[in-house]
């Protein structure tokens, strides 16, 4: 593969603060907490064996091979170019599936935050599906910037999830302190189908380190700063999702937060009891930051990976090819964003807003988790057994579970038909593109 005209630009701040915007994703503490106080050992299992051995695995496997592509580079490697292709591509489509269901999320959560006017509109599909769009967008646009200018983005995103943060344990301490907690506390999870497919969310809520991988190219000092970045944010997610969703069930008990605006409901319940009526619109803000981080975070690593393919031949030439002035990959991110808002307009089908929501997630989580089958056995290949066998290990559990239908779905037979074409064609999609440009 011919030398990439990328500049590195990232260096171990950057790096720290670039992994945690795109690791952390607010929109999950809400599911934690819909799904009650077992959530919290959930998410310490699910850094321990997955969060932790994935981030050991990538800071390795990029000082081994520190360019454009991460997971793409370590695959073909490894295992041959096809499997290396199928690698990149699964998880390429995976991010176009995970884009319009945080949109989703993040549209309904912000016009919630509004007041009991706008509320309705959480649950309008034709809001859902026109704010979305305009979210996929805004995002694809200001990435196409360059990580000289992008990198602040994260770097904002990062910042705005610590302040969160910060801003709910203090909530939660004051209204524990005038009136105790709204929910009693337990260890163990529910025994329930939801509980086992929120496993599953709780698994890819640990994701998103990888990334730092597909940066290689733009890392001042891969072999030092990864190791420092993967340990720092690892720390950090941990305690961040476990501490946020305990405040959030301190303010509030699990039936009263539901997935898609527990964050704006818990703000707007915190602001009336503490008699701060501008609460939940500060939380709001500071969930949209974290947002714009996290969508310029993946937006700009994952089109790494097609533009890494294209230099190979794998893909047409102008996926390699580079903006002349801001040097990136801005072809693939124009067809990443096609991909996505097409997905958006397709999942809508057939079913209520909330189920469509659960369905697209399952296909993310399912499509989000084969490619990390490939990091982990790279890993094993490089002799990080303990940290191969962990997180492959978490991985195909979290396939499995997220086949599990919860109760928002109504109509099951629906749902697991959605998951198995959307599955099956991400793969044969793979196929007939690699085919055709290995043909060539």
């Not at 997955?50 to 050991?56: A, D, R, T, V």
């Not at 329930?192 to 969310?201: C, K, P, Q, Y």
């Not at 690593?301 to 002349?324: E, N, Q, S, T």
Request: proline residues 5%.
């Amino acid at each position: 593969m011919p030398a990439t005209p990328l500049s590195r630009e990232l260096g171990a701040r950057d790096l720290t603060l670039f992994a945690i915007a795109s690791i952390v994703g607010v929109r999950w503490i809400a599911s934690a907490a819909h799904a009650g106080p077992g959530s919290i050992l959930l998410w310490l299992l699910a850094a321990l064996l997955f969060l932790i051995p994935l981030s050991i695995a990538v800071a390795h496997l990029t000082a081994r091979d520190p360019g454009a592509g991460g997971m793409y580079l370590w695959s073909r490697r490894d295992f041959g170019q096809w499997h290396g292709f199928l690698c990149f591509w699964i998880y390429w489509m995976s991010t176009v599936v995970w884009f319009p269901s945080a949109a989703m999320f993040y549209a309904s959560a912000a016009v919630f935050t509004l007041g009991p006017r706008f509320a309705p509109l959480a649950n309008s599909r034709p809001y859902l599906i026109v704010a979305s769009l305009a979210i996929i967008w805004v995002a694809l646009g200001t990435n196409i910037l360059g990580m000289k200018v992008g990198k602040w983005t994260e770097n904002l995103g990062a910042s705005a999830t610590w302040l969160l943060g910060l801003a709910l344990a203090v909530l939660a301490f004051r209204i524990w302190q005038r009136q105790g907690s709204a929910t009693t506390f337990h260890l163990l999870p529910e025994r329930n189908w939801d509980t086992v497919n929120f496993w599953a969310s709780i698994a890819y809520g640990m994701t998103g380190f990888e990334v730092a991988g597909m940066m290689g190219a733009e890392i001042r000092n891969p072999s030092r700063d990864l190791p420092r970045a993967a340990w720092i944010a690892s720390a950090f997610t941990t305690l961040f999702y476990a501490g946020a969703t305990a405040a959030l069930l301190v303010i509030l008990p699990p039936g009263k937060i539901s997935d898609l605006n527990g964050l704006a409901e818990t703000g707007k319940a915190a602001g009336e009891i503490l008699g701060l009526p501008w609460l939940s619109p500060l939380i709001a803000v500071l969930v949209l930051c974290s947002a714009v981080g996290q969508f310029g975070g993946l937006g700009s690593a994952v089109a790494r990976m097609p533009f890494a393919a294209g230099a190979d031949h794998l893909l047409p030439p102008l996926f390699a090819r580079v903006h002349p002035r801001w040097a990136t990959p801005w072809i693939s991110m124009l067809i990443f964003g096609a991909l996505a808002s097409l997905l958006l307009l397709a999942i809508q089908l057939g079913d209520t807003a909330q189920a469509a929501y659960q369905t697209i997630v399952s296909l993310m989580v399912i499509s989000g988790f084969l490619p990390f089958l490939y990091i982990f056995a790279s890993a094993w290949k490089a002799g990080n057994r303990l940290s191969a066998v962990s997180g492959a290990s978490v991985s195909a559990l979290a396939i499995l579970c997220a086949v599990i239908p919860t109760g928002d779905i109504h109509r099951i037979w629906l749902f697991e038909l959605k998951l198995a074409l959307g599955t099956a064609a991400v793969i044969l999609s793979a196929f007939f593109v690699y085919r055709r440009q290995t043909r060539v």
